[in-house]
């Protein structure tokens, strides 16, 4: 079976972090036109680097997905000069991790903002477009910790949770206009983040997977791959586990 996206556009959020510049790869490997955003500089300099070396060309906008007015202005942007987008990644994303007790307003807000605003920031403006087309596939990066809780994570596990929430309602808005919406939610993925967690916590980790392992981001990046081409359209308002057997639901 051949994922072809030839034709389509792309929008990945937070394209240039460990997991969306495996997403951004493999859209584009399959011939999308694959559009990003970033806030860093230099990790967008050395993103850019990377995608030439593999030969892909990947636009990328400096914008933070909390900024609705600027977000509004990268799709305008981004329908003029490349195409109209056929797919959105929400895969922008950070933690704040503290117990409830220590956590400061500010730690709850930012997660918040960036995480679920975001939702609305970069759909919103697209949607429409996508129905009038008949065709769209939006994919938000969920997590474990949004299905079973974690220690640590009041702030990040309710807006992983209240993604998969977005994804079921804009399933049901959108599912007769040939636009799905679906979650996917990794384990433990072995990006710089997880790779920063000192070895013997990691270690732990890895123990609690039945596989015996940590997943890749190239494995996040094939399913989503795959829910993105046409072989998905009866896949939506799903969460699609991707984490080793941790998390069985
Ligand atoms: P990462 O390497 O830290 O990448 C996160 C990306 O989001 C970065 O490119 C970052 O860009 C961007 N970003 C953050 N805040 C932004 C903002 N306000 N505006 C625009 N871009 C912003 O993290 P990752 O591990 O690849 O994670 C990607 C997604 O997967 C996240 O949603 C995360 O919650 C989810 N996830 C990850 C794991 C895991 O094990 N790694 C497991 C489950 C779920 P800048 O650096 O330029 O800000």
New binding site residues.
Partial sequence: MQTDLTGKTALV?????????AICKQLAESGAKVT??????E??QA?KKEMQDAGLDVHIYQ?????TEGCRKMVEDIENNVGPIDIVV??????KDTTLRKMTKEQWDQVM???LD?LYNICQPIVEGMTSRGWGRIVN?????GQKGQIGQTN?TTT?AGMHGFTMSLAQEVARKGVTVNSV??????????MAVPEEIREKIIAQIPVGR??T?EE?AAIITFICSDHAGFITGADISVNGGQHMM
């Fill in positions: 959020t937070g394209g240039t972090g460990g997991i969306g510049a990003t955003n970033y806030r860093n500089e990790k967008a993103f914008v933070d997905v909390t900024d929400n895969n922008a994303g950070i933690t903002r960036i995480n975001s990066i969920s997590s474990i910790n990040y992983k939610s990794p384990g433990y993925i072995a990006t710089d983040m997880v940590l997943g981001p996040i």
